[in-house]
């Protein structure tokens, strides 16, 4: 259906559009794109700016809205009015903003692995160091230090592999974009209580970088959240439990209500 290099288009019915996290590209939901097709869903993918084969956003400087701007221009080529967003991490701190942004957009949303609240001063003073490390040694180097924060301990060695490929495939124009949007994108908690679509937040049960009771406080600040954890994965939850993240984004699908 799509032509969009950047984009992967599967399956017919209700469309759902899958953002992804930092520092990988779309084909972090292959599992979870053909777990929806194969239920009847129409499952888009698509690489925010500067990862896979996007080109890198011409906001200057990198913002989180040069992310939302891209994901509404394709929504706009492909022709959805409205869908389920669904955003790990990264993808969810751009689905959040354009929730805030274009809320006629949303049918339904899934939060993954996120949080609303911005960058911590700890955590911003990590994004300088990040920045420098991926400029002197590439995406390579900063994947390895990323490592034992993104997975469980006894993820298994071939997600593990999976993740040094991809992420030292991406350029370092895309990264650094992503890490100066990331550190200085604003406080996004006000969005939580004005949602009215109907919203699943999922986490791994052994998230050290958004924890399970980050999600939990997030539930109570939206109108009818369901929340659920992934037993035993840790911050990529859906990479580390692929059938069990699918298995709940369908059993959501299946008896949520409708957006008013
Ligand atoms: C991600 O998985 O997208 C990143 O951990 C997000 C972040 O660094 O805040």
């Known amino acids: 259906m799509s032509e969009l290099p950047s984009v992967t288009d599967l399956g017919h019915g209700d469309p759902w559009v899958l953002l992804h996290s930092f520092p990988i590209d779309r084909r972090m939901w292959s599992a979870q794109s053909e777990a929806l097709a194969s ?4 499952a888009v993918t698509l690489d925010l700016p500067g990862f896979g084969a996007a080109p890198r956003m ?5 913002s989180l809205d040069g992310y939302v701007d891209a994901v509404l221009a394709s929504l706009d080529a492909l022709r959805l009015d ?3 967003l669904v955003g790990l991490s990264l993808g969810g701190y751009v689905a959040l903003r ?8 949303l049918g339904a949303l899934v939060l993954a692995d996120t949080r609303a609240a911005a960058d911590s001063p700890e955590t911003r ?4 160091l990040n920045l420098g490390l991926v400029r002197t040694k590439g995406p390579g180097a900063l994947i390895e230090k990323m490592l034992p924060h993104l997975l469980a301990p006894d993820a298994p060695e071939s997600v593990r592999a999976t993740l040094r490929a991809w992420a030292s495939e ?4 895309g990264i650094t974009d992503a890490l100066l949007a990331m550190r200085d994108r604003a406080d996004a908690t006000e969005t939580l209580g004005a949602l009215r679509c109907p919203t699943l937040l999922l986490v791994g049960s052994r998230d050290t970088i958004t924890p399970p009771a980050e999600h939990a406080a997030m539930g109570e600040a939206i109108a009818g959240a369901r929340v659920e954890v992934i037993e035993g994965a840790g911050h990529l939850s859906n990479l580390e439990r692929p ?3 699918s298995e709940a984004l369908l059993r959501w699908a ?7």
């Not at 239920?39 to 129409?42: L, V």
């Not at 011409?58 to 990198?62: F, G, I, K, L």
């Not at 354009?98 to 957009?105: G, K, Q, T, Y």
């Open 39 to 42: 239920a009847g869903h129409r």
């Open 58 to 62: 011409t906001s200057d400087p990198p």
């Open 82 to 84: 409205r869908v389920t």
């Open 98 to 105: 354009l929730a805030a942004r274009a809320p006629r957009r």
């Open 125 to 128: 003073a990590g994004r300088v």
């Open 170 to 173: 991406q350029s370092v124009g």
């Open 243 to 245: 059938t069990e993240f």
């Open 254 to 260: 299946g008896s949520r209500p409708t957006s008013p």
